[in-house]
């Protein structure tokens, strides 16, 4: 079965810098689109980066020029190296994957302290 497995969260200061990691297993399929989602606390999942497989890429406008997304299709991995994080980008970041049928990881808390 596919499963999607998140590490990289934890708690930063303003202006800090994280690394996501997700590795997607359980398939032979090469994801069509990966990337990740965030949900703050009473707040709806949004968008936050996507990269397909041949490289074209989606930012939210909020973590445009901070945050940079990027697969390795051979390892069917996905990154999101978060810069200048700020309070506002806190919130359960989530991996997500298209192959056939569509997957979420679990989840990693990211907690940018002001």
């Known amino acids: 079965q596919v499963q999607l497995v998140e590490s990289g969260g934890g708690l930063v200061q303003a202006g800090g810098s994280l690394r996501l990691s997700c590795a997607a297993s359980?398939?032979?399929?090469?994801?069509?689109?990966m990337g990740w989602y965030r949900q703050a606390p009473g707040k709806p999942r949004e968008l936050v980066a996507v990269?397909?497989?041949?490289?074209?890429?989606n930012y939210a406008d909020s973590v445009k020029g901070r945050f940079t997304i990027s697969r390795d299709n051979a390892k069917n991995t996905v990154y999101l190296q978060m810069n200048s994080l700020k309070p506002e980008d806190s919130g359960v970041y989530y991996c997500?994957?298209?192959?056939?049928?569509?997957?979420w990881g679990q989840g990693t808390q990211v907690t940018v302290s002001s």
């Open positions: 990269i397909w497989s041949g490289g074209n890429i």
């Open positions: 359980g398939t032979s399929f090469t994801p069509n689109l």
């Open positions: 997500y994957a298209q192959l056939p049928g569509n997957y």
